[in-house]
């Protein structure tokens, strides 16, 4: 049986930011329509062809359930090949999308001497104070030119949304600007619905593969606990703003945008948008593909933690960001992501999963690397992609765990990053 859809929107109503105050404030920030890059004038070759799971055809129930398990056989077929896949239809209405990326604009429309206060890292709660956020997964601005490739500073902006499932703590605990304070129940939202909403039906499909009962996945891992916000799974949202670069940049960065690394979480969702850009390692040939644009899609792919619960069979794939092809290098690229992690005390050991599927693979967990939870995971993790000057590679490993912080100062130029893949 699937788990029932959690009563999370009515309690959210009661967090509701008064309409006048939040009109005020989007006129005074000149609130508006993001302008979206148009579509490349020409597709290069290499375009990896990621499923695209249609969420219109999930349906709750006992009546849903075929439906289901063809949609877990088309996930199934991505998460053991590359790891990345898109969801259509997922729920979110088009005017909610072109909301959030209004909102992901205006929060960067803040003045400097605003953002030096809302510094990422810098505010974290008593709760946090042992853990190393830093400024790329505390809450607020990532300082822009925080990240290098080859020794140059990178363009990217970046807000954290830490703790958005637990209301009082995310409205009433934490600091933020005037901006994003006065939209705060609208970013609540869309990120409650990923995870509350997208993310169960993701792990009730992962049930069905798995040979778990539906609702196993999410209630052990990825279940809200009320009051108890260091046992819930603490993954957080995020809205990133990548700035046009020079020829000067593109040319001393090999075209790199974003360096080449792997998710330390569970699952990613990313919104679909049109620049194209975003690129995936294939597993065997180490080739670069292009991942195309589906307009009101997410992309999604698997992260660390989830390949370690699962012994590898879900693949984590190394991805990237490489600079805009010509006739869309004016434009910003503007998303909106949501790096799920699970429950931080659970162990990152496939044995604990007790997946008949996986036993019957012979997959198990190994014995000779060091257990670690979720939590102890993502510290580790974090301390990589907070770090601005260590370079990492392929064959990284963390307490004998293979990840990858970042392939910085990379060598091989981004392939296509010409229309003809040239």
């Known amino acids: 049986m699937t788990t029932k859809t959690e009563d ?12 006048e105050h939040k009109a005020q404030v989007r006129e005074k920030f000149n609130f508006r329509p993001f302008k979206e890059a148009a579509a490349p004038t020409e597709l290069p070759k290499n375009i990896v062809g990621l499923e695209g799971l249609d969420f219109s055809k999930f349906q709750e129930g006992p009546e849903g359930l075929e439906g289901r398990k063809e949609l877990a056989a088309q996930l199934e077929e991505a998460v053991t090949e ?7 239809n997922f729920g979110i209405s088009q005017e909610i999308i072109d909301q959030i990326l209004s909102l992901s604009q205006g929060t960067f429309d803040e003045p400097q001497e605003v953002r030096e206060k809302f510094v990422a890292g810098e505010h974290n709660l008593p709760e946090e104070k042992d853990k190393p956020l830093g400024p790329i997964r505390g809450s607020g ?22 703790h958005f499932t637990h209301y009082d703590t995310f409205f009433n605990r934490t600091q933020y600007p005037e901006f994003v304070k006065a939209n705060l129940d609208d970013i609540a939202y869309y990120f409650n619905f990923i995870h509350r909403e997208v993310l169960r039906k993701v ?14 996945i999410y209630r052990d891992y990825f279940s809200v606990k009320p009051e108890q916000l260091t046992n819930s799974p603490d993954g957080f949202g995020r809205f990133l703003l990548y700035h046009p ?59 660390d933690q989830l390949r370690q619960l699962s012994g590898g069979y ?30 931080p005390r659970a162990y990152l050991d496939v044995d604990e999963l007790k997946s008949p599927k996986l036993k019957r693979l012979g997959i198990t967990y190994d014995k000779s690397v060091e257990r670690l939870t979720a939590a102890e995971w993502d510290d580790l993790k974090g301390e990589y992609f907070n770090n601005r000057d260590k370079n990492w590679y392929e064959k990284e490993t963390i307490r004998g765990r293979e990840s990858i912080g970042s392939l910085r100062e ?13």
């Open 8 to 19: 999370w929107q009515s309690e959210l109503k009661k967090y509701e930011i008064d309409p």
């Open 82 to 88: 590359h790891g990345f896949f898109k969801i259509l």
């Open 141 to 162: 601005y990532k300082p822009l030119g925080h990240w290098r490739t080859n020794g140059i500073p990178d363009n990217i902006d970046i807000f954290n949304f830490r």
């Open 203 to 216: 792990a009730i499909l992962l049930d069905i593969i798995l040979e778990l009962p539906e609702g196993t």
């Open 245 to 303: 670069v020079s020829e000067d940049y593109k040319k001393k960065t090999n075209d790199i945008w974003l360096s080449g690394h792997t998710d330390g979480g569970a699952l990613t969702f990313i919104l679909s948008q049109p620049i194209l850009s975003l690129q995936v390692q294939d597993y065997d040939t180490k080739e670069w593909r292009y991942v195309s644009h589906t307009p009101g899609a997410l992309v999604v792919n698997i992260a």
């Open 314 to 343: 879900f693949k984590s794939s190394v991805h990237r960001v490489v600079t805009a092809p010509d006739n869309q290098k004016n434009y910003h690229r503007n998303t909106a992501i949501y790096f799920s992690n699970v429950t």
């Open 410 to 422: 990379e060598k091989i130029p981004a392939v296509g990053i010409t229309t003809g893949g040239n």
